[in-house]
T-cell receptor, first 114, second 115 residues
Framework: AQTVTQSQPEMSVQEAETVTLSCTYD???????LFWYKQPPSRQMILVIR??????QNATENRFSVNFQKAAKSFSLKISDSQLGDAAMYFC???????????FGKGTLLTVNP | NAGVTQTPKFQVLKTGQSMTLQCAQD?????MYWYRQDPGMGLRLIYY???????DKGEVPNGYNVSRLNKREFSLRLESAAPSQTSVYFC??????????????FGPGTRLTVT
């Protein structure tokens, strides 16, 4: 079985500052993928960033970047220059290469203070 | 291109009533999924369908049935609703092939309350 753990139920950051959300996972697979999804108050699930385990280079998408530590099974999300629109629930998710099911963490609620 | 659509957006049921949640996608994706989201629990997979004509149980399938009507549509049925099924339900779809899993595209969700 695979598990995803987000140890921070809530985080807050000042506008324009940087925040890091933590995620650890466990899987026996060698071929897997990791995702961060954002869920704003509208409830819509939006993909933020995707990382393939076989790639050593950390993924980046504009102000969003990850720190992928494969040996430690850690996958943190860094949000730089935080904006009010970044306020949302963030979910870390793990998928195996052999099928397309995702296992989600319980989420981290991010508040951005003006 | 509407993406993934779900109906209804809100529903209130009495214990024992039945209903079907509808989901459709227009992205020609093979794989479709049903999740439920409960406070503090994240998203949990109920059922998924890797292709038209196939369905498989996820993490929490008890009390639910699904039908993959065609490539576009994947419905979730509650035969006899229970208060424990009060939740927000999400449908999702993804492309496949080559190396996966790919991004899952989510519908807007259905908030279901069972009294």
């Amino acid at each position: 079985a695979q598990t995803v753990t987000q140890s921070q139920p809530e985080m807050s950051v000042q506008e324009a500052e940087t925040v890091t959300l933590s995620c650890t996972y466990d899987t026996s697979e060698s071929d897997y993928y990791l995702f961060w999804y954002k869920q704003p108050p509208s409830r819509q699930m939006i993909l933020v960033i995707r990382q393939e385990a076989y790639k050593q280079q950390n993924a980046t998408e504009n102000r969003f970047s990850v720190n992928f530590q494969k040996a430690a099974k850690s996958f943190s999300l860094k949000i730089s220059d935080s904006q009010l629109g970044d306020a949302a629930m963030y979910f870390c998710a793990l998928g195996r290469g052999s099928n397309y099911k995702l296992t989600f963490g319980k989420g981290t609620l991010l508040t951005v203070n003006p | 291109n509407a993406g993934v659509t779900q109906t209804p957006k809100f529903q209130v049921l009495k214990t024992g009533q039945s209903m079907t949640l509808q989901c459709a996608q227009d992205m020609n994706h093979n794989s479709m999924y049903w999740y439920r989201q409960d406070p503090g629990m994240g998203l949990r997979l109920i059922y998924y369908s890797a292709s038209e004509g196939t369905t498989d149980k996820g993490e929490v399938p008890n009390g639910y049935n699904v039908s993959r009507l065609n490539k576009r549509e994947f419905s979730l049925r509650l035969e006899s609703a229970a208060p424990s099924q009060t939740s927000v339900y999400f449908c999702a779809s993804s492309e496949d092939g080559g190396r996966g899993p790919y991004e899952q595209y989510f519908g807007p969700g259905t908030r279901l309350t069972v009294t």
